[in-house]
Structures are given as C-alpha cells and as structure tokens.
C-alpha cells in the first residue's frame, strides 16, 4: 500500500511545487503551496510522523500560507504591474544548474544504501513530547526564544515608521 | 516496502524546485514560497530517514525546521511589506538600493 500511496502523494507535491514556481501571479502560487504542504503532510503520515503531519497541517497550511494570502492581498500588485519576466541566458542557466543539483541528490539518494524497513512508530506525540522536553530541552527553549525574537522584528518592521 | 531513497531522491526534486523558483523569479513573493518549498523538502528528509533508524530525533529536527520556517516567513514578509511601502515594488531586480 505505501508505494502506491507514496507514489500518489509524490506526483502531487512535486505537480503542486512546480506550480508555485510557474505561476504569473503570486494568489496562485499560494494556493498551489497549500497543495504541495497537504502532499507532504500525508507523506509525514506514511511515515508514521503523525506529530509533524498535524504540526504540518496546522502552522505551515494553516499559519503561513495564511500570513502569505494576507500579505498578498494587503500589498495587492494590480496583474498589469507584476514583474515581467522574460527567459534569459542567465536565468535558464539558473534552472539547469537546479536541475543538476535534483541529478546530484538522486545519485546520492541512490547510494545513501539504507535498508527499506517498515515504518516504526517513532513520530508519534508522545515519542517526540518525550524527546522534546528531554534530550532536546535546550534546543526547545531557544526555538521559544527565536519565536520570541521573529515576532517582535515583525512588529517592528511592519510598522508604519521605522 | 519502500526504500528510503524513494523519499531522498522526492525530498532531492522538491528542493531542486525551490532553488529553481529562487534563481529564476523575479517576484520576490513567489521567491520566499520557493524557500518554503526548500524547508519542506528538507523536512522530507528528516522524517524518512528518522523513521527509517526508528529514531525520533528526525521528528524533532523537523519540528525545529518548522519553527524556523515560521519565523522566516513572518520576518521576510514584515521586511517585504517594509520594502513595498518605500519602492512600490515586488521585482527583486529593481530593489538595488545598495548596490553603488
């Protein structure tokens, strides 16, 4: 069941991923991102992480693509003041050279030589709360920290005088 | 069964993407949602190969993937808006200002 259903999900993050990048106007963009989060989510629950699926679910499809959407309509480019963008030398080299780098991965992918093993349950809410306010408590704390500091550099940038 | 580079070789093509999408684009909008795009694929990565070894530590490195990707998008968009009052503008190219 799991090739066929990563095979499923696949397709569609990476139709949904090549969305956002060919999109004219960014709305569209935006709404292919939700695509492409909900692809990966259910990737997460393929692997037993039903943790960070839900995680996934709830800040990135529902917090981020949000505060995108938000932006997107608060600045409001009319369609005909969208940057003009033209295929140059220089930026379909840029694509070649990404290109490359998804060749390099898959070569690597394929000699990364880890055995195929059933999904263990080791993304489960309690395995990761355990380990969060455990072994990685420091690390937990200074994320708070990094949360803290986003925040208020937000609020400063966006205000109306800097 | 499924192989682990199954999901390296998606979480490979999926950053590919995102790298793409920031060299290429002008929009800078479109240039943080190709970051996003970037972190996720990451996060790919950290979850299989977690699941993989049987250890959580991929969970937990993906939850703080997360929480910077968070912090990310809220700052870049704060600096965006900040930007878009000054120039009028969402084209990377014409925001040069120090550039001499």
Redesign the interface.
């Known amino acids: 069941m799991e090739p066929v259903l990563f095979v499923i999900f696949g397709a569609i993050a990476t139709g949904g991923a090549i969305m956002v990048v060919t999109r004219k106007h960014p709305m569209a963009s935006a709404l292919y991102l939700i695509l492409t989060l909900f692809a990966v989510a259910a990737l997460f629950v393929l692997r037993q992480a039903h943790f960070l699926a839900a995680i996934q679910v709830i800040v990135y499809a529902g917090a981020v693509v949000v505060l995108f959407v938000f932006v997107i309509m608060l600045i409001n480019v009319p369609e005909d003041k969208l940057p003009v963008e033209r295929v140059t030398g220089i930026r379909f080299l840029g694509v070649l050279v990404a290109g490359l780098l998804i060749l390099e991965s898959a070569l690597v992918a394929r000699r990364s030589g880890m055995a195929g093993t059933p999904a263990v349950d080791s993304g489960s809410v309690q395995a990761v709360g355990r380990a969060l306010f455990t072994d990685y408590l420091l690390a937990f704390e200074i994320t708070s920290v990094l949360l803290l500091a986003a925040m208020i550099g937000a609020i400063t940038l966006a205000k109306r005088k800097i | 069964?499924?192989?682990?580079?199954?999901?390296?070789?998606?979480?490979?093509?999926?950053?590919?993407?995102?790298?793409?999408?920031v060299?290429?684009?002008?929009?800078v909008?479109?240039i943080?949602?190709?970051v996003?795009?970037m972190l996720?694929a990451v996060?790919?990565a950290f979850?299989?190969?977690?699941?993989?070894?049987?250890?959580?530590?991929?969970?937990?490195f993906?939850?703080?993937v997360?929480?910077?990707?968070?912090?990310?998008?809220?700052?870049g968009?704060?600096?965006?808006?900040?930007i878009?009052?000054l120039k009028e503008?969402?084209?990377?190219?014409e925001l040069s200002v120090l550039k001499w």
Do not use: H, Q
């Open positions: 069964m499924m192989e682990p580079s199954a999901y390296l070789l998606l979480s490979g093509i999926l950053f590919g993407i995102g790298v793409a999408g060299v290429a684009r002008k929009n909008l479109i943080i949602m190709s996003e795009i996720n996060n790919v979850i299989a190969v977690g699941s993989y070894l049987g250890d959580v530590t991929g969970s937990v993906a939850f703080m997360m929480t910077v990707a968070a912090a990310e998008a809220a700052v968009l704060a600096i965006l808006i900040a878009f009052r503008t969402v084209d990377v190219t």
